[in-house]
């Protein structure tokens, strides 16, 4: 469910409970998680109607703003007989239309007066525009209403206690809209008024680029630059033991989304960009890279192929293509042999 216009609550900030650090890009890729409490008031069974939702205050996690979504009298689905709790995430005006947060680990948790009862359901859900809720219609039975959950000792002094935990990578990844494609392609074309440099650690060369692109479509980048971080400082980011081609290929893709065809060809080249994807949270980036490597996946190069896979499987855009590429194994005797010839 979304918010009636004109009735998103209010943000609350956990900064203390939230991990990750935006003067350290090498933790954006680290777990994000928070937890905070709700107090919901309950005083009377005419305070609800079936269908009728709370929601608490809205908290950011990483970049993701989140908030415990409750149905005192459950959904329309439970008809009354159960209240109903989900985890919502909150899109943002300025989030790109097809957003996903990915993988995100979340619990809710009732409190009873008695602590024995006091019980906590969990699960994982990757949200979407379509799918910004996740939890459970019949999170807490209560056939008899308010009374029951009082007797039951689930309501207390008027109010019901819940809880909220969620976790995940994906919650640091901004969702904003990226600059225009046409736009930013006819900056790629031009390069004018340039005001940062991107400086390979192999032989120094210096790419020059756009400061709002680069932002645009990292978080890692966004947070650097917007800090008083070095390279925000000076304007200028080296990348050591990257090749001017491979860097070459990284910042086109910033800037339009895609690489040259020969590239995604060249798996040592590849390597490299997956590389950077993960350092500075280049999702898509990464998911190009790690299709191209099961695409050109052959006899000479399935060993560095499924390293490469396998090193970054953590990332969830990643994942899947790794067992893309397993399944290729075991559908090729060739690539089989080729792999046992490493051993």
């Excluded at 937890?35 to 305070?47: H, K, P």
């Excluded at 993988?103 to 969990?122: L, Q």
């Excluded at 000076?234 to 290929?249: A, G, M, Q, V, Y």
Aim: glycine share 6%; net charge neutral; aromatic share 8%.
């Amino acid at each position: 469910p979304f918010w009636p216009k004109g009735s998103r609550p209010a943000f609350s900030s956990v900064a203390a409970m939230a991990s990750g650090s935006a003067a350290d890009s090498s933790l954006l890729a680290a777990e994000h998680n928070a937890s905070f409490n709700f107090s919901l008031r309950f005083e009377s069974a005419d305070d609800y109607k079936i269908g009728q939702s709370v929601r608490s205050p809205v908290v950011v996690v990483g970049a993701c703003p989140v908030c415990l979504l409750i149905f005192p009298r459950g959904t329309e689905t439970t008809a009354g007989l159960a209240l109903s709790a989900f985890c919502e995430v909150s899109p943002q005006d300025d989030w790109c239309k097809d957003w996903t947060v990915r993988d995100v680990r979340y619990s809710i948790k009732a409190a009873n007066k008695d602590p024995a009862r006091t019980f906590t359901k969990k699960d994982f859900h990757s949200f979407t525009p379509k799918h910004n809720d996740r939890g459970w219609h019949d999170f807490l039975p209560c056939p008899g209403g308010l009374p029951e959950l009082i007797r039951n000792g689930w309501v207390s002094q008027g109010k019901m206690n819940f809880s909220l935990a969620v976790s995940g990578a994906s919650l640091g990844s901004l969702q904003r809209k990226r600059l225009r494609q046409v736009h930013a392609g006819q900056l790629w074309r031009d390069m004018k008024f340039t005001d940062m440099i991107l400086c390979n650690g192999q032989d120094g060369a210096e790419l020059p680029c756009h400061r709002a692109v680069l932002a645009a479509n990292s978080e890692v980048l966004d947070r650097m630059l917007s800090s008083a971080m070095k390279e925000g400082i000076e304007r200028r980011l080296e990348l050591p033991d990257t090749s001017l081609s491979s860097l070459k290929c990284f910042l086109e893709f910033l800037y339009v989304r895609s690489v040259p065809e020969a590239a995604l060809e060249d798996t040592a080249l590849l390597e490299v960009m997956m590389k950077l994807a993960d350092q500075y949270a280049v999702h898509d980036l990464a998911d190009l890279c790690a299709r191209s490597l099961v695409a050109t996946i052959r006899p000479d190069n399935v060993a560095a192929v499924l390293r490469v896979l396998s090193t970054y499987a953590r990332l969830p855009v990643v994942g899947d293509h790794l067992k893309q590429a397993k399944e290729s194994l075991k559908a090729s005797p060739e690539l089989l042999d080729a792999v046992i010839a490493g051993l």
